[in-house]
């Protein structure tokens, strides 16, 4: 495996990976030869690249990751492609549905297989719901509903590059944690959106800006100089969903709700119970009913459905996290890839590939469409 790109997700695909114990990370490519270098010395990854185009070149490496900003999605993801070599890509997929669609053309035209990281995938209770929605156990599903929440661009001093439309596209909440619950409600239920209606704004319309660099999740520091910019993206979106069927739905996604931290949330209702789950409680499934006592499910594999069981690795009470879910999605992407398979063959579950990822950035393409019709319900073209 090699990897562009070591901000702050990048590490997180390298621990992931060496998680697995039958991967070599071998290389890491970023802005400079200096950049690379000291990033892949304190990440202790023998080779180093300047750039992403001398890092594709060599032959050792079968896989690569794209771990860099939103803008550089697309060019990147479309060389590694071009040199038939593996791509497992951060999310979003691309700046927008367009170059989405495109990428996946590519990938399935080459041959190669193509992931993008949809972590919330590898959740043990997440398979478990998947697992009990699809075999009826909560009856036929008629709402889906939750939210993704969080609290890190609540001041005006909060600064991030993902707040700027060259950088993270035209979305900013909805694409960047959006696209995560889009994914995800869809992977669980097995139904597509099909139509939206957005109400997007911006709660915070200016903000202090650090002149000299771009961070990605942090204020400017109190020694360095900024200016005020006007912010042309939303921190809060509201949508309207509908899902294959009629099944109605609602979802809000925002980055200025105080004391939410990573707070994603999806609920799905059926005719005979209900499913939550909960990102900060993850170790817990919620499963609601009418004439009996709600109950909530532990994670503990001696209770999980044996076809998902294997998504937890410890005895029920060890809680397991963030990071293991995200080892299971890249154990089920390379566990695919030594079996020898094919990228035509069945995958595993946590497996999202670049049709996914182009899912998701089409839903937000047609989120921002209605919205800017002044709301009014839009069919999303996949």
């Avoid at 069927?245 to 939410?260: E, I, M, N, P, S």
């Amino acid at each position: 495996m090699g990897i562009v790109g070591a901000g702050f997700i990048g590490p997180h695909h390298i621990d992931a990976v060496r998680r697995l114990g039958f991967v070599d990370v071998v290389a890491l490519a970023d802005r400079n030869e200096a950049s690379a270098r000291d990033k892949a010395a304190a990440l202790h990854i023998p080779k180093s690249y300047g750039s992403y185009e001398a890092m594709l070149a060599d032959p050792a490496i079968q896989v690569v990751h794209n771990a860099t900003p939103n803008f550089l999605h697309y060019q990147i993801n479309a060389a590694i492609i071009a040199k038939g070599k593996h791509v497992v890509s951060d999310k979003p997929l691309a700046l927008n549905g367009d170059q989405a669609r495109q990428l996946r053309d590519q990938a399935v035209k080459a041959g190669v297989f193509h992931a993008v990281t949809f972590g919330y995938r590898g959740n043990p209770l997440v398979q478990q719901a998947r697992q009990a929605i699809a075999s009826g156990r909560i009856g036929r599903p008629h709402f889906v509903h939750g939210h993704y929440l969080q609290d890190w661009l609540l001041k005006d001093t909060d600064y991030s590059w993902r707040l700027e439309v060259d950088k993270g596209g035209e979305a900013s909440a909805l694409g960047d944690i959006g696209s995560h619950w889009f994914d995800l409600v869809q992977h669980v239920t097995g139904m597509r959106i099909r139509h939206v209606l957005g109400d997007l704004t911006t709660v915070i319309p200016k903000r202090e800006r650090p002149k000299a660099r771009r961070l990605a999740f942090a204020a400017a520091s109190a020694d360095e100089d900024v200016e005020v910019v006007d912010i042309k993206v939303e921190d809060l979106a509201s949508v309207l969903l509908r899902f294959d069927g009629g099944v109605r739905g609602v979802f809000t996604a925002g980055q200025v709700c105080a004391g939410h931290k990573n707070d994603l949330v999806f609920e799905v209702c059926g005719s005979t119970a209900s499913l939550k789950w909960r990102q900060e409680q993850q170790n817990e499934l919620w499963i609601g009913h009418r004439d009996t006592a709600n109950e909530v499910m532990p994670k503990d594999p001696g209770l999980m459905d044996a076809d998902v069981r294997g998504y937890a690795h410890l005895p029920g009470g060890h809680q397991e996290a963030w990071a293991d879910a995200f080892s299971n999605v890249m154990r089920d992407i390379y566990g695919t890839i030594a079996a020898g398979k094919k990228p035509t063959d069945p995958l595993p579950p946590a497996f999202a590939t670049f049709e996914d990822g182009f899912r998701a950035n089409a839903l937000v393409d047609a989120i921002l469409k209605s919205s800017r019709a002044g709301g009014v319900w839009t069919e999303v073209t996949y």
